[in-house]
């Protein structure tokens, strides 16, 4: 074999064997998840599926309501999701087409937002949503997420590789700002569209401290809340073979949206790293 053959091989080792390390847990929680209570506790532990599977799914689904938390959840984390991509489309559009006082400045000051998330200011986001009257709803789950300085500065580097003859030939066609931004830059933003609604989907998905302090009944809990529930258990040893089957569950969404949109994610993704 040749020095390059060498070096391609041994790449290709080496990240077969980090996706091995990285996939084992999933794997692992997919296995005992379909075994039984007994089985889930020997040792060594069982690496061999069983069959048990369709059972401990139907008893975490009833355990925790698990269609009620599906419902809530996906509600949030596609409702967060869209706007937050509106929000997005418009902000980078403001700054990339409109001159106005203090752009240079109002960028910057966006920008250094991503470094106050909400865990840091969790408190007076809790009492404004309080204020309003908004704990205990789907406002209070979604509102503060709204905006995105990732996915304006996402929209912003893409609008800025438009020619700039594009909008001015739109504008001698009759075509004013908002059915530019409509008719031409949306269409063109499909992949990155596609690329945020999949990481702010499976972002949203997986919340939990958020959506713990500002819910307080369990018609309004979200999945990760859910899964919880389950290893809370009056049991001496928590039946992990039930929540592993509720585990997977959860898993299911976030990577069937990732499976629809994995073509537009991967080249939104590729088109922000060749920039």
Do not use: C
Request: aromatic share 14%; net charge positive.
């Amino acid at each position: 074999m040749t020095p390059r053959q060498w070096k391609a091989g041994a790449t290709h080792a080496a990240l077969i064997a980090l996706v091995a390390v990285i996939a084992f847990p999933v794997f692992y929680a997919l296995v005992v998840s379909t075994l039984s209570f007994q089985q889930a506790y020997v040792y060594p532990p069982r690496l061999v599926p069983g069959t048990e599977l369709w059972n401990n799914v139907v008893e975490a689904w009833n355990r925790v309501h698990m269609g009620r938390l599906f419902l809530v959840t996906s509600v949030i984390s596609v409702g967060a999701a869209v706007v937050k991509i509106v929000l997005s489309l418009m902000a980078a559009f403001a700054y990339t087409h409109f001159r106005f006082r203090g752009r240079a400045l109002l960028f910057p000051m966006t920008m250094v937002t991503q470094m106050l998330p909400l865990p840091v200011r969790i408190l007076p986001t809790y009492e404004m949503m309080a204020n309003f009257d908004w704990v205990n709803t789907y406002p209070a789950l979604m509102f503060p997420f709204f905006a995105s300085t990732t996915g304006i500065l996402l929209f912003r580097q893409f609008f800025l590789t438009v020619p700039r003859d594009l909008p001015d030939a739109a504008r001698m066609d009759g075509a004013g700002p908002l059915r530019y931004f409509w008719d031409v830059l949306v269409p063109l933003s499909r992949t990155n569209i596609a690329a945020l609604f999949v990481i702010e989907f499976i972002y949203m998905w997986s919340q939990y401290l958020w959506p713990l302090i500002v819910t307080n009944t369990e018609d309004m809990r979200v999945v990760q809340i859910g899964i919880k529930m389950l290893i809370a258990t009056d049991q001496i040893s928590p039946a992990w073979n039930v929540i592993m089957a509720g585990t997977i569950v959860a898993m299911l969404p976030p990577l069937a949206v990732l499976i629809a949109f994995r073509r537009s994610f991967a080249e939104g993704i590729a088109m922000q790293t060749q920039k």
